[in-house]
């Protein structure tokens, strides 16, 4: 069956510091990969996406793709308060699948 | 209004209860989804439709009915719950279906459903 998976946490991180989220996949076919932001009891919202290997930025985050080792990751720099949420990872696996993580939950503390 | 509004955002019914829970697009998108999500776990893609057809059902038990009359609303017809199908029920749009995934999709708030 295929997976994504990611560390449920809580990632606790300082205010001011760089946010690493990190997601795995076991389809090595995958093509697209994007992470969404939910805040408790709010809808996921997307905030980045990736087709190609290497880095992707967009304001505070990046994206960094490795298609070799099968993992995704998100980062976020200058961590702020209003970044704690629950961060998703989606993968198009090979089928055109969206598979979807169970999610990381981030609190910045400050 | 703009996006997916989902109603209602709370329901709480019985195991024998009849409901249904409705999504509306504002986003002139083609593409319509239910989802089930529970703590902890990944998002249960249970419905697609694309253009008004139903293309994807993922083994959903026949106690949810989906109905999409047009392109804009989706919903979702409950009937003899079990507990086990509390959770957060979204809905999501996007511009087309396929390949699918490779469209970036919009979320509703969600209705939070509780079986007594």
């Known amino acids: 069956q295929k997976e994504v998976e990611q560390n449920s946490g809580p990632l606790s991180v300082p205010e001011g510091a760089i946010a690493s989220l990190n997601c795995t996949y076991s389809d090595r076919g995958s093509q697209s990969f994007f992470w969404y932001r939910q805040y408790s009891g709010k809808s996921p919202e997307l905030i980045m996406f990736i087709y190609s290997n290497g880095d992707k930025e967009d304001g505070r985050f990046t994206a960094q793709l490795n298609k070799a080792s099968q993992y995704v990751s998100l980062l976020i720099r200058d961590s702020q308060p209003s970044d704690s949420a629950t961060y998703l990872c989606?993968?198009?696996?090979?089928?055109?699948?969206?598979?979807w993580g169970a999610g990381t939950k981030l609190i910045i503390k400050p | 209004e703009t996006g997916v509004t989902q109603t209602p955002r709370h329901l709480v019914m019985g195991m024998t209860n009849k409901k249904s829970l409705k999504c509306e697009q504002h986003l002139g998108h083609n593409a319509m989804y239910w989802y089930k999500q529970s703590a902890k776990k990944p998002l249960e893609l249970m419905f697609v439709?694309?253009?008004?057809?139903?293309?994807e059902n993922n083994s959903v038990p026949s106690r949810f009915s989906p109905e999409c009359p047009n392109s804009s609303h989706l919903f979702l017809h409950l009937h003899t719950l079990q507990p086990e199908d509390s959770a957060l029920y979204l809905c999501?749009?996007?511009?087309?279906?396929?390949?699918?995934?490779?469209?970036?999709?919009?979320f509703g708030d969600g209705t939070r459903l509780s079986i007594l």
């Open positions: 989606a993968v198009v696996d090979s089928n055109y699948q969206l598979i």
């Open positions: 999501a749009s996007s511009q087309e279906r396929g390949p699918s995934g490779n469209q970036p999709q919009h």
């Open positions: 439709y694309s253009l008004e057809e139903r293309v």
